[in-house]
């Protein structure tokens, strides 16, 4: 029986898993090898927009070596990317590379996905990335200089950009702040893709107020990044959090003011 798409990216990651494992323990896996345990326990993809991920797979069996397998694994992204967005492409966003270059400092070409393909795309990717933390509302591709948002992010920064504010005690607030983290926290991946998923969330954290600040006023922005430090925040997997992100601590970006976030 034909394995559906969601149980053939399940096998793909736990065979790369295997391939990690063995490469992260300085062995060496034969092209041979790569293909034909592959072939015998991945396969070939139940739909044809898969066809892609095994091809870039087969490929990357001739390049085993850490950095060449960590590429392969990219690309692989890039294709699940790509099979997920033919029917419905996403929508290129340029107000928000405005928001990550007046924060962050990198201009990355933003998009904004419909909810339908979202949806599938992201089981998918959070599947490959398997064991991995990853944040699921946004992806950061930094060959590509490109992020991918989830569309409820892109629907909190698009009230945001058109000077809408939150209305008082409502989940609006916490979804502005999770929204403006999100895209900063992607762009901080691109400028600098070393950077810790610790050190990406801490420095998103304190752009919500710059941020909200200068499009809805200093009162509102406080409130926001309130919301973006105290729910947010300590909602998050360990390992985004840091205990040197707090004020005046070795991350806080203006260690001389004790606004904070
Ligand atoms: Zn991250």
Redesign the pocket.
């Known amino acids: 029986m034909q394995p559906t798409e969601a149980e053939w990216v399940g096998a793909y990651e736990a065979w790369s898993d295997e391939i990690d494992a063995t490469l992260g323990a300085g062995r060496t896996v034969f092209r041979a090898a790569c293909v034909a345990t592959f072939d015998d326990e991945v396969g070939s993809p139940p739909t044809g927009r898969l066809e892609p991920l095994a091809a870039t797979t087969r490929r990357g069996c001739a390049e085993l070596t850490p950095a060449g397998w960590r590429r392969t694994q990219e690309d692989v992204v890039r294709a699940l990317v790509s099979a997920n967005s033919e029917p419905l492409p996403p929508r290129r966003r340029p107000a928000l590379t405005e928001i990550a270059s007046s924060s962050v400092g990198v201009r990355p070409k933003v998009y904004c996905w419909s909810p339908a393909a979202w949806v599938p795309f992201i089981e998918h990717y959070a599947t490959l990335r398997g064991g991995e933390e990853?944040?699921l509302k946004g992806v950061?591709d930094t060959a590509r200089n490109r992020i991918d948002l989830d569309p409820s992010v892109c629907s909190s920064l698009g009230r945001y950009l058109r000077g809408i504010r939150p209305s008082k005690l409502s989940s609006e607030n916490l979804y502005l702040a999770e929204a403006l983290s999100v895209l900063t926290?992607?762009a901080?991946?691109l400028k600098a893709p070393s950077t810790s998923?610790a050190v990406?969330?801490c420095r998103a954290l304190q752009y919500v107020r710059p941020l909200v600040s200068a499009t809805l006023g200093p009162e509102v922005a406080t409130e926001i990044a309130l919301h973006a430090w105290e729910i947010a925040y300590p909602r998050l997997p360990a390992s985004?959090r840091s205990p040197g992100c707090r004020d005046g601590g070795p991350l806080d970006r203006n260690p001389g003011s004790s606004a904070w976030p």
Do not use: D, R
């Open positions: 990853v944040s950061a926290h992607q901080e991946h998923e990406a969330e985004f």
